[in-house]
C-alpha cells in the first residue's frame, strides 16, 4: 500500500453540489492529517488540518477514520472557486514530521 | 501573505549553468524542505533539513546540492542540469518534533533550455 493515496480524479460536479474525496493513508503511527488546496501554478495551501475525529469550516468537513485509516474531506454547496487540486497530506510521523503528500483530487466546479 | 519566501520566482538556465534558488522563512520553523512538482505530476520530496541537519535524500540526483545554513535559510544549488529537471520547486517549513502543518513558498518555476 502507498504511504498515501487520494481518489483518483477528476471530479466534475455543478455548483451547490456536495462532494467528498477520500484519502487512506499506511502509517498508523500518524496523529495530524492535513488537506491542502492548490490552484493551477500555485503553491499548497493549507485548508484544514484534522487532529481528531474531524473538523469543520463553514462548507468544509473534514473527518478521520482511524481504524480504517483513511480521512475524507466533504465540500458542500460548491462554488466556482473551489476548483483547485486538493491534497491529502499525512505525517511519516515517530516524532519526525515529514509531510508526506498524496498525488491530489482535482475538481472542477461548473456552472 | 506567505511567511516563506523564495527567489527567484522564474528562472530560465542553460544545461551548464550553475544557479541557486533561495528559501527563507521568518515563521521561526526548524525544519525546512525542497519539493519537485513536474507538470502534471504529484510533490515529490526532494531534501528534508531538520535543525539543520539533512535528514532525508530521497536519492536526488548530484546535480542538485541543497544547504541549509541556519533555520530560516534554505538554498538549493544547481548544476549541468537536464531539460527535464524543468519544474516548480516549491521549499516549505515546519516545526519539527510534532506534527504540525507546513507552510510553501511561492515557488521557483524553473526552465532548462
Known amino acids: 500500500r502507498k504511504e498515501v493515496e487520494q481518489d483518483p480524479g477528476p471530479f466534475n460536479v455543478p455548483e451547490g453540489a456536495t462532494v467528498a474525496f477520500n484519502c487512506t493513508y499506511s502509517?498508523?503511527?500518524?496523529?495530524?492529517f492535513f488537506w491542502y488546496r492548490q490552484d493551477c501554478r500555485k503553491e499548497p495551501k493549507l485548508l484544514m488540518s484534522v487532529y481528531s475525529s474531524g473538523n469543520e469550516d463553514g462548507r468544509f468537513t473534514a473527518q478521520l477514520n482511524r481504524a480504517s485509516q483513511y480521512i475524507s474531506l466533504l465540500i458542500r454547496d460548491s462554488k466556482l472557486s473551489d476548483s483547485a487540486t486538493y491534497l491529502c497530506?499525512?505525517?511519516?510521523?515517530?516524532?519526525?514530521?515529514?509531510?508526506?503528500f498524496g498525488r491530489g483530487t482535482s475538481l472542477i466546479v461548473h456552472p | 501573505e506567505t511567511g516563506v519566501t523564495q527567489t527567484p520566482r522564474h528562472l530560465v538556465m542553460g544545461m551548464t549553468n550553475k544557479k541557486s534558488l533561495k528559501c527563507e522563512q521568518h515563521l521561526g520553523h526548524n525544519a525546512m524542505y525542497w519539493y519537485k512538482q513536474s507538470a502534471k505530476k504529484p510533490l515529490e520530496l526532494m531534501f528534508v533539513?531538520?535543525?539543520?541537519?539533512?535528514?532525508e535524500n530521497n536519492s536526488v540526483p548530484s546535480r542538485f546540492s541543497p544547504e541549509c545554513p541556519n533555520s530560516s535559510h534554505l538554498f538549493l544549488h544547481l548544476h549541468t542540469l537536464q531539460p527535464e529537471d524543468s519544474a516548480l520547486y516549491l521549499c516549505a517549513s515546519s516545526l519539527t518534533g510534532g506534527e504540525t502543518e507546513a507552510f510553501f513558498g511561492q515557488g521557483t518555476r524553473l526552465t532548462v533550455v
Open positions: 533539513y531538520s535543525l539543520e541537519e539533512r535528514v
Open positions: 497530506v499525512v505525517p511519516q510521523g515517530g516524532g519526525s514530521y515529514i509531510p508526506t
Open positions: 502509517n498508523s503511527a500518524s496523529q495530524s
